[in-house]
């Protein structure tokens, strides 16, 4: 089952002018674990020029920051009013059951555009049909 | 015809600890003194809206003040400053509300603060249980120990990071300009700040062992958390009062970590009972 339709999300992504600002000169290689799925989001001068649904087995290793849970975890994050603790990523991961990793300078530096992402994601969720 | 906003902005003098520091408050309303301390790297403007309503200012002289290094308040004058790393102390920040508190003529006023604010506030009680006829914290525990915080104050990392974290710390469905301007005015501090002034918060503050010493036949004891608050859960502050007896604490639902500025309309309907009581103090 799949959350996100990658090729919305990353035009979603590229048309949000809050998330333009925040990811202004990010050059950087994203990895989303959503349950069995993984999403590998590719930003270049702060624009996502890819997002890949189905990353092969080396590409799934080059990444600059990752960010997995089993989907109910995702399905938190992402509801229209998140309860307590999953409206953002962080508390999500330091309260709930995500987890993340990798560049933490990169991390801080990006830090609203990796909650804008998640604002958007949480937009443009697909829902069970 | 000029429209004025209510709040009066001051400038006092305030010496502490042998330094001399001009300190910034704003002001409003008549009646029961109350002083208003904001949250760590922020500033008095997180009250504005509290001390502009109308039905507060008719019973309270409400004082909305910067701690030193933060709002409009300078760091100390004759002290070199720039060659030390800024760290708020326990011990600064409850002779600095004091000193403030004497200095203006009050007696016995009442005090709120939120986050930093609200850890002073059974710190004060503790400490200091003649100074004061009510404390109300917003946002407090036993102790909050926080993030990395190396991270805070780096030369690779602006600070916008704080504003950002604090605006993931409300409540997602806070009106987004409120939750904003809140941020607005944390990206305002000087870099090293939050960070400094979390000494305090996260490293000096520490109730364990120590808040069921607090008398609230001395000092009445309020504590409101936001339910969306992750860097000090509710549940924390449940904590804390069960161990201060006769103290009284809420949930403040749908709300994160700035209750008085990202829903001050809905922040009203929790703190007037609150306020009400202590006009019968």
Known sequence: MSLIDAESYMHALNEDPEFLIAARFWNAKLKFGMGETRYMVTLADGTVTGIDPSPGLMEDWDFDFVVTGPLEEWEKLLEPVPRPFYQALLPAVLLGGLDFGGDFETFCAYYRAFSRMVEVMRSHRVTAS | ?281
């Not at chain 2, 006023?109 to 109300?136: H, K, N, T």
């Not at chain 2, 806070?174 to 918060?201: D, F, I, M």
């Not at chain 2, 996260?202 to 008398?215: S, T, Y």
């Not at chain 2, 001395?218 to 969306?228: D, I, M, S």
Request: charged share 25%.
């Open chain 2, 1 to 281: 015809m000029a429209r004025f906003d209510d709040i009066t902005g001051r400038y006092i003098y305030l010496d502490v600890d042998g330094l001399e520091y001009r300190v910034y408050f704003e002001e409003n309303g008549s009646g029961v003194p109350l002083l208003l301390q904001h949250t760590a790297g922020s500033d008095c403007r997180l009250w504005r809206h509290l001390l502009v309503d109308p039905e507060v200012a008719g019973r309270f002289q409400m004082i909305a003040y910067d701690i030193p290094y933060h709002g409009k308040s300078l760091p100390p004058a004759g002290h070199k400053w720039w060659a030390e790393e800024y760290k708020l102390t326990q011990d600064f920040l409850m002779k600095f509300v004091v000193t403030l508190s004497r200095e203006l003529g009050f007696e016995r006023p009442a005090y709120m603060g939120c986050s930093i604010g609200g850890q002073l506030a059974p710190d004060l009680a503790l400490y200091y249980p003649d100074e004061f006829r009510a404390v109300v914290g917003i946002e407090s525990a036993h102790f909050t120990p926080g993030l990395n915080q190396r991270w805070l104050y780096h030369p690779r990392i602006n600070s916008e990071f704080n504003s950002n974290i604090a605006y993931d710390m409300m409540g997602p469905a806070s009106p987004e300009e409120r939750k904003r301007e809140t941020c607005w005015c944390y990206s305002q501090a000087a870099p090293q700040v939050v960070k400094g002034a979390l000494n305090y918060h996260c490293v000096e503050h520490n109730l364990v062992g120590k808040a069921d010493r607090i008398d609230t036949s001395k000092v009445a004891v309020y504590l409101l958390t936001g339910e969306y608050d992750f860097s000090c859960p509710p549940m924390l502050t449940e904590l804390l009062a069960n161990d201060i007896k006769g103290s009284r604490f809420t949930v403040i639902e749908g709300m994160g970590h700035f209750p008085m500025s990202e829903d001050p309309v809905r922040f009203k309907k929790y703190i007037m009972p609150v306020l009400e009581e202590i006009l019968e103090l």
